[in-house]
Nanobody, 125 residues
Framework: QVQLVESGGGLVQAGGSLRLSCACS????????MGWFRQASGKEREFVGT????????SYADSVKGRFTISRDNAKNTVYLQMNSLKPEDTAVYYC??????????????????WGQGTQVTVSL
């Protein structure tokens, strides 16, 4: 069974940083686009960023550009989300996702095939 497990979430002060990890088991992610999404309490899931199969290309939501960076280590079967200059509005459950059908950037949640359970990020004032 394919599983994605996020880790690294927690409570941080505004302006601080967190590094999220998404470890995949059950299959290699080395040919797949990966994505990060988030869902704040009472709101719909929203796109955060995506990375292509070899990490050469990334795309981000306007709200996180310049602050968040996606990377991947295919040898470790892991994708990362480095979050800097965090704001209270970044508070959400963060999910990673794997797309079986694309090597390239995917921003639409419905196209992803596997999802992690999520990790809570809380940014305080």
């Amino acid at each position: 069974q394919v599983q994605l497990v996020e880790s690294g979430g927690g409570l941080v002060q505004a302006g601080g940083s967190l590094r999220l990890s998404c470890a995949c088991s059950g299959r290699s992610i080395s040919t797949n686009a990966m994505g990060w999404f988030r869902q704040a309490s009472g709101k719909e899931r929203e796109f955060v960023g995506t990375i292509n199969w070899n990490g050469a290309s990334t795309s981000y939501a306007d709200s996180v550009k310049g602050r968040f960076t996606i990377s991947r280590d295919n040898a470790k079967n892991t994708v990362y989300l480095q979050m800097n200059s965090l704001k209270p509005e970044d508070t959400a459950v963060y999910y990673c996702a794997l797309d079986l059908d694309s090597w390239e950037l995917v921003e639409q949640a419905y196209l992803y095939d596997y999802w992690g359970q999520g990790t809570q990020v809380t940014v305080s004032l």
